[in-house]
């Protein structure tokens, strides 16, 4: 998996479930791709600090 493929995933991920196979191929990228892990990451704090802002309304 290239890391173009590893983002669609990853941004993927926040509208439905990936299936097992996408989700064995992200976690395989993600050990390999330091890239991809950070990124991986700064998405995960977004989606928290825009769900803590839509908790506060």
Do not use: F, P, Y
């Amino acid at each position: 998996m290239k890391c173009k493929q590893a983002t669609q995933l990853m941004s993927q991920s926040q509208d439905r479930d990936l299936t097992l196979k996408e989700k064995i191929q992200l976690k395989l990228h993600l050990l390999m791709c330091d890239g991809c892990t950070h990124c991986n990451r700064q998405m995960s704090i977004i989606r928290a600090a825009v769900k803590e802002l839509g908790d506060r309304k």
